[in-house]
């Protein structure tokens, strides 16, 4: 069966930071690049880090150079460092495959930067 289960999101002040995590079970971890989603109020999904299965990562670039991306293929974790936070980085983080499998969508965690 599979599940992903977010964590590690918060309140944080601008230029802060935090470290999520994200907990695999099943067969969607894989052999398969994984990644990171957000979704603002009012906005669409969008991904801003992705890592194949070797550890290759590419970011939006909205987050490049803040965000850095790594994954555990034993433990079957991805995990999501995220630094200098700016308020437009408010919003709930997901993680999926890439690209995603709508079906398994997690709860998220929340992320709110203050300014």
């Known amino acids: 069966q599979v599940q992903l289960v977010e964590s590690g999101g918060g309140l944080v002040q601008a230029g802060g930071s935090l470290r999520l995590s994200c907990t695999a079970s099943?067969?969607?971890?894989?052999?398969?690049?994984m990644g990171w989603y957000r979704q603002a109020p009012g906005k669409q999904r969008e991904l801003v880090a992705r890592?194949?299965?070797?550890?290759?990562?590419i970011y939006a670039n909205s987050v490049k150079g803040r965000f850095t991306i790594s994954r555990d293929n034993r433990k079957k974790t991805v995990d999501l460092q995220l630094n200098s936070l700016k308020p437009e980085d408010t919003a709930v983080y997901y993680c999926?495959?890439?690209?995603?499998?709508?079906?398994?969508w997690g709860q998220g965690t929340q992320v709110t930067v203050s300014s």
């Open positions: 099943g067969s969607i971890f894989d052999i398969n690049t």
């Open positions: 999926n495959k890439v690209p995603q499998l709508n079906q398994y």
């Open positions: 890592i194949t299965w070797v550890g290759s990562t």
